[in-house]
């Protein structure tokens, strides 16, 4: 069974980095593509970032050149760093991998962004 635990969520100010973590087990690492989405007032969840099987990454136009997806196989864990963190950035972050066209989410920190 899929599981994903996320940890790393927390209030920061705009300007501010946060990195997000997301432990994964129940399946083969690193076999599947993984995502980061978030959920804010203003748009329902969208994907800000995916990582491939072959470790090929894309981004949502609004995090491109901020955010940063990556993965440590080994640990079983994948990450978003998020710099320069804006207002607009407040939400639910969540993760997702889909395994064997399955869909499986992390239970979603928050990440308010205020000053």
């Known amino acids: 069974q899929v599981h994903l635990v996320e940890s790393g969520g927390g209030s920061v100010q705009p300007g501010e980095s946060l990195t997000l973590s997301c432990k994964a087990s129940?399946?083969?690492?690193?076999?599947?593509?993984m995502m980061w989405h978030r959920e804010t007032v203003w748009k329902q969840r969208e994907q800000v970032a995916e990582i491939t099987s072959l470790g090929g990454t894309a981004y949502a136009d609004s995090v491109k050149g901020r955010f940063t997806i990556s993965r440590d196989i080994d640990k079983s864990t994948m990450y978003l760093q998020m710099n320069d963190l804006k207002p607009e950035g407040t939400g639910v972050y969540y993760c997702?991998?889909?395994?064997?066209?399955?869909?499986?989410w992390g239970q979603g920190p928050q990440v308010p962004v205020s000053s």
């Open positions: 997702k991998a889909v395994v064997e066209m399955r869909n499986s």
């Open positions: 129940g399946f083969k690492f690193g076999w599947y593509i």
